[in-house]
T-cell receptor
Framework: EPEVTQTPSHQVTQMGQEVILRCVPI?????FYWYRQILGQKVEFLVS????????KSEIFDDQFSVERPDGSNFTLKIRSTKLEDSAMYFC???????????FGPGTRLLVL | KNEVEQSPQNLTAQEGEFITINCSYS?????LHWLQQHPGGGIVSLFM???GKKKHGRLIATINIQEKHSSLHITASHPRDSAVYIC??????????????FGKGTKLSVKP
């Protein structure tokens, strides 16, 4: 069964460093999402992406964040200058169409020291 | 104010019990999702519904659009059902493109 994959599974970085989180959505899906979950808190929406552009973003998704679909398969989230409060689990998700089941990747646990 | 409220926050049950988890929301929605998050953190979609009722195995999800309320039921619960169950809604307000608004989750523990 097709699944969303994410790399790396864990990443430790120093404050101020850039990180890139990678996702491979399910191949025939058109909508892509990034969510994050700070430890002990609820999952929060970051950004949605469709037709090679951002379709919606939350207040969390400020100028330090960017997303890209560099080729036909990868979907990346870049954090330019990490802060301590960026430490969280980051989930990528994809869906075939707008109003359909979203399939989540296993997550990348990011720790900023 | 949270847009999605779940109850209870924590639930402990004995194996075989019938379990109900409730979700109320305050925004207009196009769909409601029930998700399962295991201790390792992975999230699995259980149901997406916009009206009525859906059933999959021992799981049943219902939604009442007028009352802005949904329930997730687990029949004949089993220790392997132990997980966090999350309610999430897709808004239908202007500009919304399918992103989910999540509840805080209900942590279920089923004892053998």
């Amino acid at each position: 069964e097709p699944e969303v994959t994410q790399t790396p599974s864990h990443q430790v970085t120093q404050m101020g460093q850039e990180v890139i989180l990678r996702c491979v959505p399910i191949s025939n899906h058109l909508y892509f999402y990034w969510y994050r979950q700070i430890l002990g808190q609820k999952v929060e929406f970051l950004v949605s992406f469709y037709n090679n552009e951002i379709s919606e973003k939350s207040e969390i998704f400020d100028d330090q964040f960017s997303v890209e679909r560099p080729d036909g398969s990868n979907f990346t989230l870049k954090i330019r200058s990490t802060k301590l409060e960026d430490s969280a689990m980051y989930f990528c998700a994809s869906s075939r169409i707008y109003q359909e089941t979203q399939y989540f990747g296993p997550g990348t646990r990011l720790l900023v020291l | 104010k949270n847009e999605v409220e779940q109850s209870p926050q924590n639930l402990t049950a004995q194996e075989g019990e019938f379990i109900t988890i409730n979700c109320s929301y305050s925004v207009g929605i196009s769909a409601l999702h029930w998700l399962q998050q295991h201790p390792g953190g992975g999230i699995v979609s259980l149901f997406m519904l916009s009206s009525g009722k859906k059933k999959h195995g021992r799981l049943i999800a219902t939604i009442n659009i007028q009352e802005k309320h949904s329930s997730l039921h687990i029949t004949a619960s089993h220790p392997r059902d132990s997980a966090v169950y999350i309610c999430a809604v897709q808004g239908n307000y202007g500009g919304s493109q399918g992103n989910l608004i999540f509840g805080k989750g209900t942590k279920l523990s089923v004892k053998p």
